[in-house]
T-cell receptor
C-alpha cells in the first residue's frame, strides 16, 4: 500500500514556542492531505484539509492562525503549531488518499507533541 | 447526520473467538466504509473497506458485513489472536469530499 511518513515522531517544546510537523507521501503524489488530532483514548478529529497550491480548509472550531498548514509540493504538507500551549499536547496524524479501486486514505505514523 | 456511531466501546474475547464491532451512519451520501486498526502510539492502518454495492467483503480473517437499508456495517474478526488486540475504528466518507468521518473506536483485547 501507499506509504506516508511523518517527522518528527515525537517532540517536546516549551509553552509559547512554535513547532513544525512534516507529512510526506513517499511513493505517490497527493494533491490533498488531511491533518487529524487524537487525544488519549479518543477518536481521530479532522482538523484541516491541506490542498497543494492553495489554502488549507479548516474544520469548524479549529484556529487557522494557530495551526498553520502549508502544502508545498505534491508530496509534502506541513503543520505548524504556533505559540503552543500545554492544551495543544496531543497526537497529530496526517493522511493522504492513496487512490486505487477501493480509494482509501493512508495514515502516517503520527507525531506526539508535548508542550511543557 | 455526519456522525458514525460505533459500538461496543470495548470488547474482550478469548483467543479463537469472533469479535464483532458495529457501526451505524445517517448520511446516505456516504459511499465508502473503511475499517482501521490502531496500535498504541501508531497511526491507523487500513484493514478492509467496502462500498454500498456489496453486502459482504472478506480479506483474510477480516470480514465486513454491510446492510444498506439499515445503514449499518460491521467488522468480524475470525479466529482472533492476541496480536489482534488494538483499537478499531470504523469510518465513512462520500459526497462532495473524501473526508473521513470516524467512529468513536472499540478497544479490543484478545486473551490467550
Amino acid at each position: 500500500g501507499a506509504v506516508v511518513s511523518q517527522h518528527p515522531s515525537w517532540v517536546i517544546c516549551k509553552s509559547g514556542t512554535s513547532v513544525k510537523i512534516e507529512c510526506r507521501s513517499l511513493d505517490f503524489q497527493a494533491t490533498t492531505m488531511f491533518w487529524y488530532r487524537q487525544f488519549p483514548k479518543q477518536s481521530l478529529m479532522l482538523m484541516a484539509t491541506s490542498n497543494e497550491g492553495s489554502k488549507a480548509t479548516y474544520e469548524q472550531g479549529v484556529e487557522k492562525d494557530k495551526f498553520l498548514i502549508n502544502h508545498a509540493s505534491l508530496t509534502l504538507s506541513t503543520l505548524t503549531v504556533t505559540s503552543a500551549h500545554p492544551e495543544d499536547s496531543s497526537f497529530y496524524i496526517c493522511s493522504a488518499p492513496g487512490g486505487g479501486p477501493w480509494g482509501g486514505q493512508y495514515f502516517g505514523p503520527g507525531t506526539r507533541l508535548t508542550v511543557t | 447526520q455526519q456522525q458514525v456511531k460505533q459500538s461496543p466501546q470495548s470488547l474482550i474475547v478469548q483467543k479463537g473467538g469472533i469479535p464483532i464491532i458495529n457501526c451505524a451512519y445517517e448520511n446516505t451520501a456516504f459511499d465508502y466504509f473503511p475499517w482501521y486498526q490502531q496500535f498504541p502510539g501508531k497511526g491507523p492502518a487500513l484493514l478492509i473497506a467496502i462500498r454500498p454495492d456489496v453486502s459482504e467483503k472478506k480479506e483474510g480473517r477480516f470480514t465486513i458485513s454491510f446492510n444498506k437499508s439499515a445503514k449499518q456495517f460491521s467488522l468480524h474478526i475470525m479466529d482472533s489472536q492476541p496480536g489482534d488486540s488494538a483499537t478499531y475504528f470504523c469510518a465513512a466518507s462520500g459526497g462532495a469530499t473524501n473526508k473521513l468521518i470516524f467512529g468513536t473506536g472499540t478497544l479490543l483485547a484478545v486473551q490467550p
